[in-house]
Each structure stands twice: as C-alpha cells, then as structure tokens.
C-alpha cells in the first residue's frame, strides 16, 4: 500500500512511471543469487575495506580502468553506487562445502536468503560483476522507443579480483547468474545445439541454480530492457582470458578501439559448444 506522502504526488503519469522504476531498479538491495560454487550480493558498506585492498593493486586499476581512492572515497563511492539507478553491482562470495547454504538439483525448493544471513556472511569475497545502464532506459521500459535499435545499452564488467579464483568458471558462473537475473532467461548464452545446456558437463550443477532465478527471481523491471541484443562488454584488447569468456556467453568482438586499447564486444547469438 502507498503511504500518504506517495499519494500526494502531483498526477503526473512520466513522474509516478519514473518514481515507480526507480524502486524496482532498487530491487537488488535484498537480493541475493545463489550459485553452485558461488553467491552474488550487493555491494555494501562492509565488503569496502576488501574492495578497496583489491584496489590498491595498480594491475588491477589498469585492468579495469579505475583512479586509486582512498578507503574514504571507496565509501563514499559505495554510497553513490548502492543510490545510483544506472547501476547494478554484486559482490561475487565463495561457496565451500560446509556453508550450510541449500543445494539446489532441481528437486530441492529454492529459499529466500538475506545478505545479513551469517552463511553468507562467513563466505569469502572474491570479485564483483556489474551492469551499466546507459541510455533513456525509463523510455524502453515503458516501450516509448521505436525499436531495440534505439541509443540505449547495457554494458556488462565483471573483475575475479583474488587470483586464486581466476580461470577456474567463476567469472562464468558469476555472469550467468546475472544475466539470469536481469534478462529473466540463461538460454541465450548457452550453446544452442542439439544438446543445449546439457553439452557442457561443468554447466550441468549449475543449471537447477539459474532455473530458480528465473522462475523466482529475475526482476520484471529489468528484463524489459536487459535484452540479449543491448548486452556489450569493453575489454582491454591485450585481456585475452576476458575475451574468451565472453565468447563463451555468445559475444563478439563488433569494434576495436585503437585509442583506448580496447575491444567492443556484443551479444550475437548463442555460442557454439567447444
């Protein structure tokens, strides 16, 4: 039910359609994916002091374009962040056996899980992915554009930031678990063979995980406007792990950046089984 002071609100159909997307944009703030060997919250105060150990590696920096800050700023930024409607961040957590956290085979009911659970709490940080919306996305919610072709795009980032998780399927795991999410669907970014998910042994545990999230979980707000087709990712062209990946999900390389060092890459079509 609205409180008063939203029923005061001047009749105004673009404010109230405004006002409206701005709360469910909001949505992620209690929302936490789980994975099969990962769990993605929001980004909030307390993963600060980690995220910005991670952000004291100029390697890093670099490769994900960033300014050092301090830890001051690094909060502050996190508060912009968690307020910002063109943003969407999780931190990506290590599942271990001992959790406690459900196990999903599609037969097991999901749950509804809190990012101030301890289960989660205990788990350690070891990344965060991240969507950027940019463009007039409260037109093509509310399907005021002409078609998908029109100046909006989501651009998709994701940093493994401890090296001990890297080029083991987290970053897979973790952008799967978005896009799930944000999309409302995972059958784009799976080989679209004969076999389908099916072809890939290491999807196959994953796959009960990215069912619940989509039956559950994925956002109606935003699966009008996270279409497959908008998805881009911009990626150093010297990144080659970070361009394989996101082949892997069904991107191209569409452009190259000479100036920036960097690849432009779009979601084509489904990727080829390998």
């Known amino acids: 039910m609205l409180d008063q002071s939203i029923k005061s609100l001047p009749v105004c159909p673009q404010r109230i359609a405004r006002f409206f997307f701005t709360l469910t944009m909001k949505e992620n703030t209690n929302t936490v994916l789980l994975g099969n060997r990962l769990v993605l919250v929001p980004y909030a105060a307390k993963h600060v002091p980690k995220y910005h150990e991670w952000m004291s590696d100029a390697d890093l920096r670099d490769l994900t374009a960033s300014e050092p800050l301090s830890l001051?700023?690094?909060?502050?930024?996190?508060?912009?962040?968690?307020?910002?409607?063109?943003?969407?961040?999780?931190?990506?957590?290590?599942?271990?056996?001992?959790?406690?956290?459900?196990?999903?085979?599609?037969?097991?009911?999901?749950?509804?899980?809190?990012?101030?659970?301890?289960?989660?709490?205990?788990?350690?940080?070891?990344?965060d992915v991240n969507l950027f919306f940019k463009g007039d996305r409260?037109?093509?919610?509310?399907?005021?554009?002409?078609?998908?072709?029109?100046?909006?795009?989501?651009?998709?980032?994701?940093?493994?930031?401890?090296?001990?998780?890297?080029?083991?399927?987290?970053?897979?795991?973790?952008?799967?678990?978005?896009?799930?999410?944000?999309?409302?669907?995972?059958?784009p970014f799976v080989p679209a063979d004969q076999e389908g998910f099916d072809s890939i042994p290491s999807h196959l545990p994953l796959r009960p995980?990215?069912?619940?999230?989509?039956?559950a979980q994925s956002s109606r707000s935003l699966i009008k406007i996270v279409t497959p087709s908008r998805l881009v990712s911009r990626i150093s062209d010297s990144n080659e792990p970070s361009i394989r990946l996101f082949e892997k999900l069904g991107f191209r390389v569409v452009r190259k950046v000479e100036v920036f060092h960097?690849?432009?890459?779009?979601?084509?079509?489904?990727?080829?089984s390998s």
């Not at 749950?111 to 709490?121: F, G, L, N």
């Not at 002409?146 to 083991?168: G, Q, S």
């Not at 960097?262 to 080829?272: D, I, T």
């Open 72 to 127: 001051e700023e690094e909060y502050e930024m996190q508060k912009t962040w968690q307020k910002d409607e063109d943003k969407l961040t999780f931190i990506i957590l290590s599942r271990h056996p001992e959790d406690g956290l459900p196990i999903l085979d599609g037969h097991t009911p999901g749950a509804h899980i809190s990012p101030e659970d301890p289960r989660v709490e205990s788990l350690q940080m070891v990344g």
């Open 262 to 272: 960097e690849v432009e890459m779009r979601w084509c079509k489904a990727p080829r």
């Open 209 to 215: 995980y990215l069912n619940y999230i989509r039956e």
């Open 138 to 187: 409260l037109a093509v919610a509310h399907e005021t554009t002409a078609n998908e072709d029109d100046e909006f795009e989501v651009e998709i980032e994701i940093m493994i930031a401890e090296k001990p998780f890297r080029r083991k399927g987290f970053a897979l795991e973790s952008l799967l678990l978005l896009l799930t999410y944000a999309a409302g669907q995972w059958s």
